[in-house]
């Protein structure tokens, strides 16, 4: 997956360096040739024929230079969450033992102690970690954590485990 899709960035890239190559190619040409005319007449063709498609050639290179950094931003964001949702709690421990179960049951709401999220115990981000605790019907309330944009768990998905127990 990385592969093809980093792929499909390059041309992207190098489209932006040749055409900001090119542009400045271009008004180089240009200025040497503006310089050289003495009317203001003769330094139009040359203003009209290198400067200016010169300087559009470098807009040009550099939106396609920042289209292709931000989707070559975007892949290797996609790669890291595909590594992180794949890595089960089996990968985590190496060694072949079962890794440790979570603290709480799949309808309870967890917290990783200094995070700022909140998640379920079923949350892939959770999921595994001896140390995540479990979310407190008060520190739900004060808005100190917000939900987990993955596994988007609801402050009933708490209350209702709280009622069971």
């Given at each position: 997956m990385r592969t093809t899709r980093l792929r499909a960035v390059h041309p992207?890239?190098?489209?932006?360096?040749?055409?900001?190559?090119?542009g400045a190619v271009l008004c180089?040409?240009?200025?040497?040739?503006?310089?050289?005319?003495r009317y203001a007449e003769r330094q139009v063709p040359y203003l009209a024929s290198c400067t200016v498609p010169?300087?559009?050639l470098i807009?040009?290179?550099?939106?396609l230079l920042?289209?292709?950094r931000n989707a070559l931003a975007g892949a290797r964001v996609e790669e890291l969450y595909g590594l992180l949702v794949a890595a089960g709690p089996a990968d985590a421990d190496g060694a072949g033992q079962p890794?440790?179960?979570p603290v709480a049951v799949?309808?309870?709401?967890?917290?990783?102690?200094g995070g700022t999220l909140w998640h379920r115990a079923d949350c892939p981000l959770v999921a595994g970690k001896p140390e995540a605790l479990p979310v407190d019907s008060r520190v739900l309330a004060g808005g100190d954590l917000a939900p987990c944009p993955i596994c988007e768990p609801t402050a009933s998905d708490g209350r209702s485990s709280e009622a069971a127990g």
């Open positions: 992207v890239l190098w489209a932006g360096w040749a055409a900001l190559a090119a180089v040409l240009g200025w040497y040739g503006i310089s050289g005319e010169g300087a559009a807009v040009a290179g550099a939106v920042a289209h292709g890794a440790a179960a799949s309808g309870d709401l967890l917290m990783v102690p």
